[in-house]
Nanobody, 121 residues
């Protein structure tokens, strides 16, 4: 239902854009968010956006550096990541859920496979 892509290796200070593509039904029905997981740690919330696409919400750690937005024509939610830091290195997951602006994993129903982001210092 969800396919995430766009990860890769980037130098600190650089940018990457992740994409989460959904079916039309999923895109229209669910809010979509991004989480990330560091080795040996639980997944943590990164950003989410409501179905209308006009209310993004960010974790404090990425606020001002990351931008989440929806493209209805592509059924895709993008995560634009700028000013990347080594501590952003993680596997990034997108997820879809019925609760708008949710930030906890258990409120998301569907998950895509992760995409690895590596930021070299």
């Amino acid at each position: 239902q969800l396919q995430a892509c766009g990860g890769g290796l980037v130098q600190a200070g650089g940018s990457l854009r992740l994409a989460c593509t959904a079916s039309e039904h999923t895109f229209d029905t669910y809010a979509i968010g991004w989480f990330r997981q560091f080795p040996g740690k639980e997944r943590e919330f990164v950003a989410t956006v409501n179905r209308a696409g006009d209310r993004p919400y960010y974790a404090d750690s990425v606020n001002g550096r990351f931008t989440i937005f929806r493209d209805k024509s592509q059924h895709t939610v993008f995560l634009e990541m700028n000013s990347l830091k080594s501590e952003d290195t993680a596997v990034y997951y997108c997820a879809a859920g019925r609760w708008e602006l949710a930030t906890t994993q258990n409120l998301f129903d569907y998950w895509g496979r992760g995409t690895l982001v590596t930021v070299s210092s």
